[in-house]
């Protein structure tokens, strides 16, 4: 494309490989999209409607499930419009909010994922002053701080990438992220590039460092403590760690697909990996804390046999 033209929309490439199958496809993700929304709504519903769980662990948890939904709504009903679709066009304002809303996603969730590993580490390694350390003022802090840090951050990104001017219309994700609007700008871009590297940097390290040293405390305190204690400690951590790896694999796999050649890979395995960390974070971490945290799971048994009881007809 010639510098004089203007690029008002994009062409994202990989849905190509799924033209095939793309009714099955669209299925899929359309079961998929409704089961987000389903599990994370009970989620929220359940904490917010029992007292007994308005403690810190389940206000973060909520928070969780509240940023799966907000992940979903970036970027599932754009997939479902595009699997229907022959051009797989997306105009460059779209591509642009989509940039942001999947990115702040995405490093929303590790905020939020750095302080539960930090809260976790206060509830094990100080017990009797856990109330007090993470009071309801803290905890309100410490979410908000996981909700605005990223959204500042990548307002950057947001600002640098409206103001690039395209030469080129085709995207090779079946999504828009930053990097790859980056690549497409007529101009030299170093700037956008050092900018880019910086906020992930600062999006990345300090959640990381706060999540490995939360760890290396409550390792160190396992290893003095008796078999009850440990016991009792990784049960607490369990679902925070599966929480942590799953959306850690996504993640990575993004990281170095963006950076080197995986040709090697399967063409459908590279997509599927590419969206690893927007579907299955919202899908397992409702299924991962209902499941394992008892108070939890006890509380969504209730309501739906609550609910099975209100609508059984009485004799």
């Excluded at 009071?135 to 950057?156: D, E």
């Excluded at 290396?216 to 599966?242: F, G, M, N």
């Amino acid at each position: 494309m010639e510098n004089g033209s203007v690029v008002t929309s994009f062409i994202l490439m990989q849905y190509t490989a799924l033209e095939d199958h793309r009714y099955l496809y669209f299925t899929c993700f359309l079961l998929l999209f409704m089961l987000f929304l389903l599990t994370n709504f009970i989620l929220i519903i359940v904490i917010y409607t029992e007292r007994s769980l308005h403690e810190p662990m389940y206000f973060f948890v909520c928070n969780l499930a509240v940023n799966g939904i907000y992940g979903s709504l970036s970027l599932l009903p754009a997939v479902l419009v595009n699997l229907t679709s022959h051009t797989y066009e997306i105009s460059v304002t779209a591509c642009l909010l989509q940039v942001f809303s999947v990115q702040t996603y995405g490093s929303v969730e590790f905020s939020i994922l750095a302080v539960m590993g930090y809260d976790r580490y206060v509830a094990i390694c100080h017990p009797l002053h856990y109330h007090q350390l993470m009071s309801r003022r803290k905890v309100c802090a410490l979410i908000a701080l996981s909700w605005i840090y990223p959204c500042i951050l990548f307002g950057i990104d947001f600002i640098l990438a409206v103001k690039l001017t395209y030469c080129n219309r085709i995207i090779q994700k079946v999504y828009c992220i930053y990097f790859e609007l980056v690549k497409l700008s007529c101009f030299e871009t170093s700037t956008e590039n050092v900018v880019g590297l910086i906020v992930a940097f600062f999006i990345i390290v300090p959640q990381l460092l706060m999540i490995l040293f939360s760890y290396a405390q409550i390792l160190r305190i396992c290893l003095s403590a008796s078999k009850e204690s440990k016991a009792k400690a990784i049960q607490t951590c369990t679902p925070h760690l599966l929480a942590v790896i799953n959306y850690a694999v996504g993640v990575l796999f993004e990281i170095v697909s963006s950076r080197l050649n995986m040709i090697h890979v399967p063409h459908k395995a590279r997509i599927f990996m590419s969206i690893h960390f927007v579907i299955f974070p919202p899908l397992c971490n409702p299924v991962v804390y209902g499941m394992t945290i008892q108070a939890i799971r006890v509380q969504i048994f209730k309501l739906f046999t609550t609910r099975k009881n209100r609508l059984t007809p009485q004799v």
